[in-house]
């Protein structure tokens, strides 16, 4: 695919808009096709031309109430909106270099009109402006509801929008190409729409990537079920791939992504007017087939496109991209009358390569390291996600808690992860609890709304950005506040209304207050402590610090009441009670060693071992990814080195069986199989093997060392800084010493080695060689 020059305003300082006219906001210059109510599942097509006197760089601000593609003098130029809440509206900033003469800006946009993991449904508009330094051009604009597409036909799945199911012999031929006619196109009017105040959207312009496929299967194929819009589902899947019952009526192709991926297709396919081509995606091939049902989607799914084509060369390029990694294409039509001229995909996603790297004698932890980070390369697009294919949803667990270390260790920008934790607070309720999930389809989850506390700190921490404290401080405020109701001398009671999501699989203890949640709530409490204490709000701090105390004392008696008996306490509450520091020293041999003990009884270490099938099947004999995020820095930082990297290699190991490119929800493959929040080995054998752990917080470039090499004798990587630099580490061990050397890029790195903390400062462009004792776990 041919690309313009896209510049991004937030990387370039100084792009400028000029003012509204007086009494006039971006607000005000909403375009539509007419002021009535649209109804959900419309496509419009609007052109706007205008001519330049010079060559000159275009800035153009965008947004839109549901999902639109950009063209510019017909070729693909970007993609949007941004997500965003209908109080705090955003626009996209791009800027591209055009020649002298006539341009033709083409959008393409489906109103969607549902409630998605995405967005809320707004009435429809588009939102764009363009301007040559500062001057705002005047855009000539025409709009039209484009034809051929059937509206409302199926959705992909609950938490998503609509499939495509397009004629395209009765689509406008060509209408984003320069040369289009449309002169019997109508005029946009200006419309109001309930929504706040604009701003520019923070993050970078998420990318297009070309993918070249690899061609795994092809043959004939006979239809067998139904009508086309019976179940086109069962349509495709059951159509015979290898036909002798019945007469060939068709090809078809399998093609393998590589990874799973948020992508489309981009095929350029010579037919017969009238054939018919359906595109469907899959994470994984069921029984060697491509199936186009999304499982755990709690409803009907269908992860497809279907055209029927014009005739000729034609080029099909869906307009959403649908999450897989397995893709099949069905043609009907004679065989020998169809021509596959061009086979590609676009990927979406917000990162190309890494910045950061992992290197060791195991290779295994070398493909474990990548697997987390191209798993969480397929969950980012304009928000970090769960899943592209489920419901590419923002959900907090993803963003600030594994997503977030996982981000850091791979790349310098992580303003995915910010633009995440501020959007949680803009989705509040109204009793001021944060979103765990937002914009679109808000969930509001006691466990996350704690989490998202230590994520902010976290997030300066691994960033150096302060001002995210000052942002979302009052924010902060009001979320804890909002558990108020629901405290008693026993903790956060059950009656809390809220979902408390601790993990999948968890068995929460007798009684009626949760203590995994209660210790979520003291870490947030602690969090503020220390949150108020930066911002020098000394009577905020002793207020969180009385309540961290009062709290501290709640949970002290429940480990009491059990007499410090792990197996009663449970996995959870001992892992989280040693993250909290509510563990004496005297007992806490015996919970890490309870911790392993529980670790190697779970699948898959212990075969036999109950299985997570599926969200329901609640058992205290589970592991997950997930919850490795807050055990293994434990382990870790107990002395169990090998016993993590032993863990790393047998359960994550088993996760990458049959062939897997990215990490699987659970240690189970019945869910999704690609799911970033399972990557946690990957933060931390940057953080742990690799040894620097960011204090960002603390100063620029500054880091704690924190190696625990195990049984390891050497590894090398990088570590990547906010400016986009990246920091060198290499060592070795011989003879119980680690040579250990830093390579700093052009910026000085200091890092705080030992007990004591001595700083070691590396200057830019130089490398330091630090002779460090082994630290190794038996």
């Known amino acids: 695919m041919k690309s313009l020059k896209i510049i991004c305003a937030i990387l370039c300082a100084g792009l400028s808009f000029p003012a509204a006219a007086a009494g006039s906001q971006i607000g005000e210059r909403l375009m539509w096709t007419d002021a009535a109510t649209a109804a959900p599942d419309i496509h419009v097509g609007f052109r706007g031309t205008f001519t330049l006197d010079s060559d000159a760089r275009v800035d153009l601000r965008l947004s839109g109430a549901s999902w639109y593609v950009v063209w510019i003098d017909g070729e693909y130029f970007t993609e949007g909106p941004d997500r965003y809440t209908a109080a705090y509206p955003e626009y996209q900033l791009r800027s591209v270099d055009l020649k002298k003469g006539k341009h033709t800006i083409a959008v393409q946009l489906q109103y969607e009109g549902v409630v998605t993991r995405i967005l809320h449904p707004i009435q429809p508009f588009l939102y764009l402006e363009a301007a040559v330094g500062g001057k705002e051009l005047l855009i000539d604009w025409r709009c039209q509801r484009l034809a051929g597409y059937s509206s409302q036909v199926r959705r992909i799945n609950p938490q998503l929008g609509w499939i ?31 929504i706040g105040e604009f701003a520019a959207s923070k993050i970078a312009p998420v990318k297009s990537l070309k993918i070249e496929p690899k061609l795994i299967a092809s043959g004939e194929l006979a239809e067998v079920f139904g009508y086309p819009g019976d179940n086109p589902g069962a349509s495709f899947f059951l159509r015979d791939l290898s036909p002798e019952r019945y007469p060939g009526q068709g090809v078809w192709r399998r093609y393998d992504l590589g990874r799973v991926r948020l992508a489309r297709p981009d095929l350029v396919l010579d037919l017969p007017a009238g054939a018919v081509v359906e595109i469907a995606s899959s994470e994984f091939l069921s029984d060697g087939r491509v199936a186009p049902w999304i499982t755990l989607s709690a409803g009907d799914s269908y992860n497809m496109y279907r ?15 649908h999450g897989g990694r397995f893709v099949e294409v069905h043609v009907i039509a004679p065989k020998d009358s169809v021509r596959f001229v061009d086979e590609s995909f676009v990927e979406r996603g917000y990162y190309d390569r890494a910045d950061g790297s992992f290197s060791s004698a195991d290779d295994l932890l070398n493909t474990i390291w990548n697997t987390g980070i191209e798993t969480y390369k397929a969950c980012s697009e304009d928000a970090l996600i769960d899943n592209p294919t489920r419901e590419r949803g923002q959900w907090l667990g993803d963003v600030g808690i594994v997503g977030m270390e996982i981000g850091a260790v791979g790349f310098s920008d992580i303003g995915i992860v910010r633009r995440g934790l501020v959007q949680s607070a803009q989705c509040a309720n109204p009793e001021g609890l944060v979103a765990g999930l937002c914009p679109g389809g808000e969930s509001y989850m006691a466990s996350y709304a704690l ?14 950005d302060r001002t995210v404290l000052d942002e979302l401080f009052a924010a902060a405020e009001k979320n804890v506040a909002a558990f108020d109701p629901y405290l008693t001398d026993q903790g956060i009671t059950n009656d809390c209304p809220y979902w408390n999501f601790i993990d999948w699989g968890y068995v929460a203890n007798d009684g009626g207050s949760d203590m995994a949640l209660n210790l979520h709530y003291m870490i947030a409490v602690q969090t503020m402590t220390r949150w108020a204490a930066e911002l020098g709000l000394e009577d905020r701090e002793a207020y969180y610090r009385e309540k961290a105390a009062k709290f501290s004392g709640i949970l002290d008696r429940y480990y009491a009441q059990y007499g410090y008996d792990w197996d009663k306490i449970g996995y959870h509450r001992t892992v989280l009670g040693m993250k909290a520091g509510l563990i004496p020293q005297q007992y806490r041999p015996a919970a890490v060693a309870f911790i392993k003990k529980h670790i190697l009884n779970c699948f898959p270490n212990n075969p036999d071992a109950p299985r997570l099938s599926d969200p329901a099947a609640n058992n205290p004999q ?52 690609c799911h970033q929040w399972a990557g946690a080995p990957t933060w931390q054998l940057s953080r742990y093997a690799l040894g620097l752990n960011p204090r960002f917080d603390r100063a620029v470039n500054s880091f704690d060392l924190t190696l625990h090499v195990g049984s390891l004798d050497r590894a090398s990587g990088k570590i990547p800084l906010p400016s986009g630099a990246v920091v060198g580490v290499d060592w ?24 004591g903390k001595k700083k070691v400062q590396v200057k830019a462009n130089t490398s330091r060689t630090l002779e460090l004792p082994a630290v190794s776990s038996r």
């Open 164 to 194: 495509e199911w397009l004629d395209t012999r009765a689509l406008q031929k060509d209408w984003q190409q320069p040369a289009y006619d449309d002169s019997s196109w109508g005029k946009p009017v200006f419309v109001e729409r309930a």
């Open 307 to 321: 055209f029927i084509a014009r005739g000729g060369e034609q080029r099909f390029f869906p307009l959403i991209p």
């Open 451 to 464: 989490q998202w506390v230590p994520a902010c700190l976290n997030y300066w921490r691994l960033t150096g």
């Open 622 to 673: 589970l592991i997950t990814p997930y919850f490795s995020h807050y055990a293994f820095p434990i382990l870790f930082e107990n002395g169990e080195t090998d016993f993590v990297l032993d863990q790393y290699r047998k359960c994550w190991g088993w996760a990458l069986g049959e062939g897997r490119t990215t990490w699987v929800e659970v240690f189970d493959t019945r869910w999704t199989h």
């Open 732 to 755: 070795t061990l011989k003879d119980g010493t680690v040579y250990y050397t830093v390579t700093a890029p052009d910026e000085a790195v200091e890092i705080f080695t030992g007990q």
